[in-house]
């Protein structure tokens, strides 16, 4: 199948990208590199550097690609920078989305599948939250995803577009960005593995419910296959606390470090836990990664690949160095046409 993954050089978007390739389809990304970076770039697949939100240079590559099914991923994704810049936000994660249903429409795509979130759309009443709880996003992070969900039911109400969004707990694993505005998990890792103390806000007894992205990976190709529309929780139901956290990546480290909690902790959800029995009705998913194994796969991958750095910068391996030097070259120029050229290749950056 001809699949298209917006965000594809991001965390979960760059093993999605994998699992397709994986599973034989033919797979374009389009990604600005704003969060994700070309590390992360498959290099069997085609590679735009482009805004979800521009809609001329969108056109284009649908015009070219003319994908039988989208992964939207990009997004504006930190919660603490959307507050500092709401309209930022909404073009990306709104007006980027809206674009992306548009031209799905255009093109004749069967299916679109999208990023929401659980972790920050509903209260922390009544945990484990299922999608029929109340909604309270309250950064415009959270208030742009529910937005698009709303659109997307809007689109398959009145254009009968197929659609599934997937919002998703905590997500952790190999390839995320400790820097952003990552999860606890590769802020913790990338601390531990410099040698510092990471600190923990508040007491540490907030709780999330992370689920690992190979999981994910697996939702996101569950809901291909499907033939439902609608929203659905991804999640395993269980909440951790960020101590939890702290001890289960602390055993990787001989118990090298101690608890250190400073007082002033951001505003945020105390508690977070997601109820994904609908998608395990059906969409046919469950998680099946227990948290102490998605740890123990993380820091394995970490030890591989992350560069311990007195300035706590990640550094690649030098496979993955060296792998990015040749992005450019398997990039399938003879797939594309005088179109493209104008649309994509002029600003494909080789590394
Ligand atoms: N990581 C999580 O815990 C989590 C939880 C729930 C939902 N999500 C959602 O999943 C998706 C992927 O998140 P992630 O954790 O992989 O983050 P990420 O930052 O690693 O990936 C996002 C990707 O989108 C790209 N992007 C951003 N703005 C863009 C734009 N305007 N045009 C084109 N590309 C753009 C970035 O460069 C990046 O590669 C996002 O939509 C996010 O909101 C993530």
């Known amino acids: 199948m001809r699949i298209l993954v917006t965000g594809g050089a991001g965390f979960i978007g760059s093993h999605l990208v994998d699992a397709l390739l994986a ?6 990304i389009i990604d600005d590199l704003s969060s ?9 697949a085609r590679f735009y550097i482009c805004d979800v939100a521009d809609t001329a240079r969108t056109e284009h590559i649908f015009k070219v690609e003319r994908p039988e099914a989208i992964f939207h991923l990009a997004a504006f994704v930190s919660v603490r920078k959307s507050e500092e810049q709401p309209s930022e936000t909404a073009r990306v994660n709104i007006l980027g ?23 920050v759309m509903y209260s922390d009443d009544n945990l484990p939250t299922s999608e029929t709880s109340p909604e309270q996003p309250r950064s ?9 969900d709303a659109f997307l039911e809007a689109s398959h109400q009145t254009f009968g577009l197929s659609y599934v969004s997937l919002r998703c707990g905590n997500v952790y694993g190999p390839r995320q960005n400790p820097h952003g505005e990552a999860g606890v998990i590769a802020i913790f890792l990338e601390k531990m593995l410099s040698g510092k103390q990471p600190v923990i806000y508040g007491s540490g007894e907030h709780t999330r419910d992370y689920v690992y992205v190979d999981d994910v990976v697996e939702a996101y190709l569950a809901a291909l296959t499907s033939d439902r529309s609608g929203i659905y929780n991804i999640g395993t139901g269980e909440e951790t606390s960020v101590n939890q956290i702290f001890d289960m990546l602390n055993v990787h480290f001989d118990h090298r470090f101690e608890k250190q909690h400073i007082s002033d902790a951001p505003q945020e959800q105390e508690r977070s836990a997601l109820d994904a029995s609908k998608a395990s009705r059906e969409l046919g998913w469950i998680p099946k990664t227990k948290i102490e194994d998605g740890i123990a796969a993380t820091v394995t991958w970490a030890l591989k690949n992350m560069r311990p750095n007195n300035n706590t910068t990640s550094t690649m391996s030098f496979q993955t160095w060296l792998s990015t030097l040749f992005i450019g070259k398997t990039y399938r120029m003879s797939q594309t046409n005088k179109l493209l050229e104008s649309a994509a290749t002029q600003e494909y950056q080789h590394p």
């Not at 994700?36 to 069997?44: D, V, W």
């Not at 799905?104 to 929401?116: C, N, P």
């Open 36 to 44: 994700g970076t070309r590390s992360n770039l498959n290099a069997q």
């Open 23 to 28: 599973h034989g389809h033919d797979v374009a």
């Open 140 to 148: 415009p992070y959270a208030i742009s995803k529910s937005s698009t």
């Open 97 to 119: 989305s809206l674009n992306i249903m548009r031209l799905a429409h255009t093109y004749g795509t069967k299916r679109l599948i999208v990023a929401s979130t659980g972790g």
